[in-house]
């Protein structure tokens, strides 16, 4: 089975940056390169939406609230995936969670949780005014 792990969450003033990890291990069905992956998060009291994805090809989408301040990129040399976050606002705060799936080939649309199969147990970002 897939594992995800996140990393590089914490706490930060508006206007602050942020850069998450997540590093995809024990993939016994696809290689790394041919994952579509992506970050969601998920406020107190809220539906988990989704933030940014990239496919195989490196093609990136962004959530309305997101873009412009945020870069999804990948590493497959490492099975790595980032999510830099700039201009941080307080509702930016949530739990965020990185998530893989190899049935997207091409990403064209903002992610919907439903698509994805392998999930990562999530690193918390707050955003204080």
């Known amino acids: 089975q897939v594992h995800l792990v996140e990393s590089g969450g914490g706490s930060v003033q508006t206007g602050g940056s942020l850069r998450l990890s997540c590093e995809l291990s024990g993939n016994t069905y696809s290689s790394f390169d041919v994952y579509c992956m992506a970050w969601f998060r998920q406020a107190p009291g809220k539906e988990r939406e989704g933030v940014a994805a990239?496919?195989?090809?490196?093609?990136?989408f962004y959530s309305a609230d997101v873009k412009g301040r945020f870069t999804i990129s990948r590493d497959n040399a490492l099975n790595t995936l980032h999510l830099q976050m700039n201009n941080l606002k307080p509702e930016d705060t949530a739990m965020y969670y990185c998530?893989?799936?190899?049935?997207?080939?091409?990403?064209?649309?903002?992610?919907?949780?439903?698509?994805?199969?392998?999930w990562g147990q999530g690193t918390q970002v707050s955003v204080s005014a």
């Open positions: 998530a893989a799936t190899p049935d997207i080939a091409t990403i064209a649309t903002i992610p919907r949780k439903r698509f994805f199969r392998s």
């Open positions: 990239i496919d195989r090809d490196g093609n990136a």
